[in-house]
């Protein structure tokens, strides 16, 4: 068996003798008792008091503690603040880039008149894709009109609403571009392909063809203004065997980050169909 500490059977001690000097304390044969044992009992009491009055202190709220975690709720709290107002700034500066970049653009084509259109809408199949922008007839866009970026061209509208437009973009399988390359002048076609390139056709042979050689709108056809940036080369497709040749091309213009454009309300697309029209042969006139 475990022997009992000195300090504890003291104290198993005094509390005995408390407990003896409440049950007999009228005795008279305990007062000489009670004289002797009271200055023990006295720090016995106090020691004990004292333990409790730490206990009970850190029982009781600390109002350092109270503080601490007060300021850490407002540090959060504007933390949360901070990061929201910095979002807000980083979308104000992406925007002011994209304007910057349509306003640098229309400064460079005086001639031309422009309306500014936000995407809100795409309409995408395997076959054929359109944007749709916040711009109808209510502001005067009709079928045709050009859409630009400050990089270069998007497309063209080709319906309309009251309040909003489809655009072909360029990239799609079922646009074709009357196009030109820009150091030697060829000129060819640039078509739209499955997978959201550009290849340019119709390239003779004899055109020596470079990547990163530039490619714009010739104008030809009359359904877009010259000088319109379609993308870069990026490869050249030229067989022997081939009378032409043909070129991949890079866009210009990513359509799929769009998000502001610029319409170009003053160009009106040249109807060349009366001129491709076969002349019928007039019928025989019977004889009399």
Same mark, same amino acid.
């Given at each position: 068996m475990k022997r009992l500490q000195p300090r504890t059977l003291l104290v198993i001690v005094l509390v005995g003798a408390s407990l003896g000097l409440l049950v007999f304390g009228g005795a008279a044969w305990v007062a000489p008792m009670r004289e002797a044992l009271q200055t023990p009992l006295a720090i016995l009491q106090r020691a004990v008091a004292g333990a409790w009055d730490r206990i009970a202190g850190n029982l009781q709220p600390d109002p350092t503690l109270e503080a601490l975690q007060?300021?850490?709720?407002q540090l959060e709290?504007?933390?949360?603040?901070?990061?929201?107002?910095n979002v807000q700034l980083r979308e104000s500066e992406s925007q002011l880039r994209i304007l910057s970049g349509l306003v640098e653009y229309a400064r460079s084509q005086p001639d031309a008149k422009y309306l500014t259109a936000n995407l809100i809408g795409r309409d995408t199949s395997p076959l054929l894709t359109t944007l749709i922008f916040d711009?109808?007839? /209510?502001d005067g866009v009709i079928r045709g009109m050009p859409v630009v970026t400050g990089a270069g061209l998007v497309g063209r509208v080709v319906e309309v609403s009251?309040?909003?437009?489809?655009?072909?973009?360029?990239?799609d399988p079922a646009s074709?571009?009357?196009?030109?390359?820009?150091?030697?002048?060829?000129t060819g076609v640039v078509v739209g392909?499955?997978?959201?390139?550009?290849?340019?056709?119709?390239?003779?042979?004899q055109t020596r063809v470079s990547p990163g050689e530039l490619v714009l709108t010739s104008g030809l056809g009359g359904e877009y203004p010259a000088g319109i940036v379609l993308g870069t080369v990026s490869a050249v497709q030229q067989l022997d065997y081939e009378v032409l040749q043909k070129a991949e091309v890079t866009?210009?213009? /990513?359509?799929?980050?769009?998000?502001?454009?610029?319409?170009?309300?003053?160009?009106?697309p040249v109807d060349?169909?009366?001129?491709?029209r076969t002349t019928p042969t007039p019928a025989p006139v019977p004889a009399p």
């Open positions: 007060q300021q850490v709720s709290a504007e933390n949360t603040r901070l990061l929201a107002e711009r109808g007839s /209510d009251p309040q909003a437009c489809k655009v072909q973009p360029l990239t074709a571009i009357a196009a030109r390359l820009q150091a030697s002048r060829e392909q499955l997978g959201g390139g550009l290849e340019m056709q119709f390239i003779t042979q866009p210009a213009v /990513d359509v799929n980050r769009l998000e502001i454009v610029l319409i170009i309300t003053n160009f009106t060349l169909s009366p001129f491709f």
